[in-house]
């Protein structure tokens, strides 16, 4: 990029120590990505006004911009959306399992073809920085319909040779934080099983499960066996609560329990992706500099809306010091401002509500009594901006050590044995992800099986694959995504 010199009075060269490298702006371009004015919800294989919802703006979190306006199902229409879902299900069911196959790498490939489209799109409606919707959420949506697409004929080797069959309608709810991601990671294993389904995307993030609901029917999907129905919070209340046959949830805890009360007593399948307060922990013997950066992936990746974030940062003593010393100095470097600048590390908070939640957690951080370091950075104006905070001194029954902040914010505290670090990292209501940073193996194995966490990432972190399994314990959540495991959710097995 562009080269700042001040050249000495005497007209001789700059000393090379006075360069100073700027990033100019690289924008991408939003022409490649023409929103329509309205989106309807799609139902049946069609693009319908609601009955009896409503009309809500989706907004861009970095400018208040409104993108779109999108219509929000009503307890009719989640009741049609059903409906269609329902009459879809036996033909579906029924179709050869090959053809299935075919029709999810159908959706991949218009995945991969409409993929700069849809990055821009997740961008512009979440807030992400495009090189994570570029280079992670869409590439990865489109890879799990592939993967799935190929499991399509093979359930039976997911299942060891056991009689299975679809559970028939499933009624799927997704948060914001990887919008179209999210919907792939229902979607893809819910249909190579045989089922029909209803999504309801979140409130502030519709637009790209819409563009998902086109390329069905791109991809000449039958009608009803996906249908997209955006809503607010009593949408997806009234979708789990409707005559399907399984539900699949991934959002907050609180929401998730919930889902629970009101779905107990009926013989329903329930997946649900809670929260987590995930330890990312740092031995001694670890290369310093790659942990560093596998810290700052960790929870500053998509602004720190990640329910496997590593929001905990267990250091071990001996270490700690050059640790925070140069994870500070790295932080000072990351670039916090427009979503759509290929530059950019940190994009926006995806909504006000959001941004509330977490300057709420982060003064009740300093008020409890812990060292807060926020980067200084010049924040745009406009929209919802929150520069990544560093928090040293921090006591394990601080809501900051405890509380799932979802946004740009460390807690660090730090420990002197392994066995020590194991039960730090195992005090949380929590159990979804961890990383362990060692040059030793053994080590590495002993703590990852010592933990009770759904996936422990071992010298690395936020790492996602279609083919493995992701999902949590304790109030994370249960039943896993991905790979076969991902499959058994959404059949009946020995029946
Ligand atoms: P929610 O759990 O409220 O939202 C997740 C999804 O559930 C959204 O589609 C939401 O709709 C929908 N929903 C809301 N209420 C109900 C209900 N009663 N029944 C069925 N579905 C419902 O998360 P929030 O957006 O409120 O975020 C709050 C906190 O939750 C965050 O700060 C974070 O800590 C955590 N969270 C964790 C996520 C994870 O991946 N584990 C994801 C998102 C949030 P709508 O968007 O319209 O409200």
């Known amino acids: 990029m562009a080269s700042v010199t001040d050249r000495p009075a005497d007209g001789s060269p700059p000393a090379r120590t006075a360069l100073r490298w700027d990033y100019a702006p ?50 009719g229409d989640v009741e049609r959306a059903v409906a269609a879902a329902r009459r879809a299900a036996g033909p579906w069911a029924a179709l050869p399992a090959l053809e299935r196959g075919k029709y999810l790498f159908r959706i991949a490939r218009l995945i991969q073809e409409r993929a700069r489209e849809l990055a821009i799109v997740e961008s512009l409606d979440g807030g992400k920085p495009i090189r994570e919707s570029r280079d992670v959420d869409i590439p990865l949506a489109a890879a799990h319909f592939f993967s799935y697409a190929g499991w399509a004929d093979k359930l039976s080797y997911a299942v060891a040779g056991r009689p299975h069959r679809p559970r028939g309608v499933v009624g799927q709810v997704v948060p ?40 069905c029917q791109e991809a000449e999907l039958p009608p009803g066996v996906i249908n997209v129905i955006p809503g607010a919070g009593e949408t997806g209340a009234a979708l789990v609560r409707a005559e399907v046959d399984k539900v699949a949830f991934t959002g907050s805890t609180a929401v998730g329990k919930e889902i629970q009360r009101a779905l107990a007593g009926r013989d329903i399948g329930l997946t649900l992706e809670l929260g987590g307060k995930s330890a990312n922990i740092v031995f001694e013997d670890a290369a310093i500099d790659q942990a560093v950066e596998g810290i700052v992936n960790g929870i500053f990746f998509n602004q720190g809306h990640v329910c496997c974030a590593g929001s905990r940062l267990l250091l071990q003593e001996s270490v700690a010091d050059e640790v925070l010393h140069k994870l500070w100095q790295r932080m000072q470097r990351l670039r916090v401002g427009d979503p759509l600048d290929k530059n950019t590390d940190v994009g926006a908070i995806n909504s006000a509500a959001q941004l509330a939640r977490i300057e709420e957690l982060v003064a009740a951080g300093e008020a409890e009594g812990a060292t807060r370091r926020t980067i200084s950075c010049a924040l745009p104006e406009q929209g919802y901006w929150f520069a990544p905070t560093l928090f040293t001194d921090v006591a394990p029954a601080n809501r900051i050590a405890v509380e799932e902040i979802f946004g740009p914010v460390v807690s660090v505290t730090t420990f002197r044995t392994p066995a020590e670090a194991i039960e730090r990292a195992n005090n949380s209501a929590y159990g979804l992800a961890a990383g362990v940073w060692t040059d030793m193996g053994s080590k590495a194995f002993e703590v990852a099986s010592a933990l009770r966490a759904g996936v422990v990432w071992q010298n690395t972190y936020n790492k996602f694959d279609p083919t493995a399994a992701f999902g949590g314990y304790k109030e994370s959540g249960f039943g896993r995504e991905g790979g076969p495991s991902g499959l058994l959710p959404y059949l009946k097995v020995g029946a």
């Open 26 to 75: 690289a924008p991408e371009s939003r022409d490649a990505a023409p929103l329509k004015p309205r989106y309807d919800l799609f139902v049946d294989g069609a693009f319908t006004a609601p009955q009896d919802g409503s009309v809500v703006a989706s907004v861009n979190p970095a400018s208040e911009e409104v993108l779109a306006e999108v219509g929000f199902a009503g307890p």
């Open 176 to 215: 914001w934080n990887f919008p179209l991601l999210m919907a792939a990671w229902k979607l893809a294993p819910a249909l190579a099983c045989g089922n029909t389904a209803v999504l309801k995307p979140a409130e502030t993030t519709p637009l790209t499960a819409l563009l998902l609901a086109e390329i």
